[in-house]
């Protein structure tokens, strides 16, 4: 699985971005997969997480982002959105893409960045 993120960019506060992900090889009939950010001097955290399994989809937002950040599948093209609104500068930080391979269950682990296997490049979003 191959990850490719864009999108990003410097946005001012109360902005709006949708950050993109292509999928390359997934075209399962389940995904796994969730967007992650990291500021400069922190730890890596959950941002939002898509889950598909056959015919039912679940998302997970993470607290901070809640109300403010969606997350949708495009299954035909194998591409995960995050659409950001109402940004705020400690949104800022190096937005990743990740995938798994499996359901890891609980909201907690779907947003836990320890629970993913593959990892794109990231793309940085700047709020001012």
């Known amino acids: 699985v191959q990850l490719v993120e864009s999108g990003g960019g410097s946005v001012q506060a109360g902005g709006s971005l949708t950050l993109s992900c292509a999928a390359s090889?997934?075209?399962?009939?389940?995904?796994?997969m969730g967007w992650f950010r990291q500021a400069p001097g922190k730890a890596r955290e959950g941002v939002a997480t898509?889950?598909?399994?056959?015919?039912?989809?679940?998302?997970s937002i993470a607290d901070p982002v809640q109300g403010r950040f969606d997350v949708s599948l495009d299954k035909a093209n194998n591409t995960l959105y995050l659409r950001m609104n109402s940004l705020k500068p400690e949104d800022t930080g190096m937005y990743f893409c990740?995938?798994?391979?499996?359901?890891?269950?609980?909201?907690?682990?779907?947003?836990?960045?320890?629970?993913?296997?593959?990892w794109g490049q990231g793309t940085q979003v700047t709020v001012s």
């Open positions: 990740a995938a798994v391979e499996k359901d890891v269950g609980t909201k907690l682990l779907r947003l836990r960045p320890s629970s993913y296997t593959f």
């Open positions: 090889t997934y075209g399962y009939s389940e995904e796994f």
């Open positions: 898509y889950y598909s399994a056959l015919v039912t989809a679940s998302t």
